[in-house]
DNA sequence: TTGACATATTCCCATATCGGCATGTAATGT
DNA sequence: ACATTACATGCCGATATGGGAATATGTCAA
């Protein structure tokens, strides 16, 4: 088997920078596939295809008006994956406080050291 | 060019399921590989590839005990996605304000119909 | 040293990717 | 009807993938 398709969940979609950008860009307020090609420097088909992958996923919706089409993005269904980041969060917080706590051991120590070796 | 490797930043490696399950399973405390394989039950060297992705981009520490290798998840190198996930958290719950305030909308309009239609 | 155990790497294959380019389709204006 | 504008899709080639099977590396114990 080759990798998962990037159309198989959030995740896989959002592995392409450019596909991060593109919603990024989408969230604050719905754009034409013109713009996001002038913005972000993309040719023309190249973002149509990343807006059909995001389409697919769910993580856009669009909306046509006359010839253009406007895209924005879906916020919810970024959700998930802010989600299960966040399963670790209270683990990385404690490795701050550890790493935290290691330093402030070690000054003690320090400190414990320097006036034993005034002594000497 | 194809798609970016897996070791090219946290999202890529990420997009991988099992690589996510394996995450998980090591963020509570360290395992060695074998426990991997019959926990999650994945061939060895398709355990050990996985980690080697991790490994790249800084989501997992080793730590050899004997013949044995004890892996650990690094959940600091989590944290950009979920700031990158958080961005949009203020648009999703804008957009369920937005559900809920239509609803209410509704609610308020169907409630006028109502008393008017007992009239006729 | 040899053997057993634990893990890592290599090779092969089927598959999906993204970019570039060309072409297709849909809506508008004249 | 026709040309034009705005997007979407199709085809191609180079590349990286993940699974499977085999093999290599590394560590300990006798």
Redesign the pocket.
């Known amino acids: ?8 969940d959030v995740f ?1 979609a959002v ?2 920078p ?2 991060r950008e593109i919603l990024t860009m989408l969230v604050v307020r719905e754009h ?4 996001i ?1 002038t913005i972000l420097r ?12 995001l389409r697919d996923v769910g993580l856009v919706n ?1 909306r ?1 008006n ?6 924005s993005t879906n916020a919810e269904a970024i959700r998930p994956m802010h989600e299960w980041t966040a399963t670790f969060e209270r683990y990385w917080k404690n490795q701050l406080n550890r790493i935290k706590e290691r330093a402030e051991e070690k000054m003690r120590k320090e400190r414990n050291n320097d006036s034993g070796n005034t002594k000497h």
Do not use: C, F, I, W
């Not at 034409?32 to 713009?35: D, F, R, Y």
């Not at 993309?42 to 992958?53: A, E, N, W």
């Not at 006359?66 to 895209?71: S, V």
């Open positions: 088997m080759a990798r998962a398709a990037t159309t198989s896989n592995a392409e450019r596909r034409e596939v013109g713009e090609v993309l040719d023309q088909p190249s973002v149509s295809k990343h807006l059909r992958v669009v046509r006359g010839r253009h089409k406007l895209y």
